[in-house]
């Protein structure tokens, strides 16, 4: 039963990933486009910090290695948080200068 609540809890963290870098737009190809736009500038950082947080988990646990599903999981929780901030700025930073 574990593994079947593993897997769940698997698939929410992808699907909150997706819905926390959801940009909607006019229509559905905006929607995507802007999705799309939205992890691709923010995949660099979440891949770089997650490489980091798991060397050091690695590091702290004498070279143990973390499981792939482990690693996607702090991958998509890092960049729900990202797409938290970064909707953040862009719904309070627009309009400003004009």
Known sequence: MQSVKEKVSFYLT???????????????????QSTLWQILQTAPYVAGVTWFIIALLQYMS???????????????????????VHAI??????????
Not at 62 to 84: D, H, M, N, P, Y
């Open 62 to 84: 004498e070279g143990e290695k973390v499981s792939w599903e482990r690693r996607f999981r702090l991958f998509f929780t890092i960049g729900i948080f990202a797409g938290l």
């Open 14 to 32: 992808a699907a909150g990933y997706l819905l926390f870098n959801l940009r909607p737009g006019a229509d559905l190809t905006v929607t995507v």
């Open 89 to 98: 700025i862009e719904y309070t930073g627009k309009g400003v200068g004009q």
